[in-house]
């Protein structure tokens, strides 16, 4: 019975990894849930985007600094303007985008929920990896402890990601679910 539900589980994956583009499948880690605001920037140049708006509501680079905060009708940074209940920063080139100061690969979606801030990393399967395995495990042990907790990590995170489709996150960035560090 175990190995029928591992080999379900296994194609599962294989078919999940199958329709996804060259670079992966993407997780969605929730890094911050229930945040009265947020601060975002970048160590290059980045733009943000409000659905249904065609152009970027906002670009920054290095040197800038956004506070978003919940509104009474939806988000808001700098001015009266709301952007209705989701943003989407995204870093061009080589970027990376920060978040209370701490860095992410991938790109960063901020949601209004209630009166507070959920704040989801979108970023490649092997990167998550990446921020996963510093906190996971010490880099001193022996190297075939490393891998097999790099193998576990992954398949947490697909199984993870399939029970939670259809949600707004996968898993979360703490021992909830597996503590994640973001740019390692």
Not at 5 to 18: E, P, Q, R, S, Y
Not at 57 to 85: C, Q
Not at 119 to 135: F, Q, T
Not at 142 to 149: I, L, S
Request: proline share 4%.
């Amino acid at each position: 019975m175990k190995k029928i539900i591992l080999l379900i589980l296994i194609a599962v994956c294989v078919i999940l990894v199958g329709f996804q583009d060259s670079s992966g499948p993407k997780i969605r880690v929730a890094i911050l849930i229930d945040a009265s605001s947020v601060k975002i920037s970048a160590t290059g140049r980045f733009k943000i985007f409000a659905p249904g708006k065609l152009e970027a509501v906002a670009t920054g680079d290095e040197n800038s600094i956004y506070m978003i905060r919940s509104g009474l009708f939806g988000l808001k940074m700098e001015g009266p303007e709301e952007y209705g209940d989701i943003l989407e920063i995204k870093p061009l080139r080589d970027s990376f985008i920060k978040v209370n100061n701490q860095a992410y690969r991938g790109e960063i979606e901020v949601r209004k929920r209630d009166d507070a801030l959920l704040v989801i990393n979108e970023v490649d399967l092997e990167k998550y990896l990446y921020g996963v395995m510093k906190h996971e495990i010490s880099p001193a042990w022996p190297r075939e402890a490393v891998k097999a907790q790099a193998v576990a990590a992954r398949s947490f995170a697909l199984n993870k990601k399939l029970k939670n489709i259809g949600k707004p996150y996968d898993l979360c960035a703490t021992i909830t679910s597996q503590v994640y560090g973001g740019l390692a």
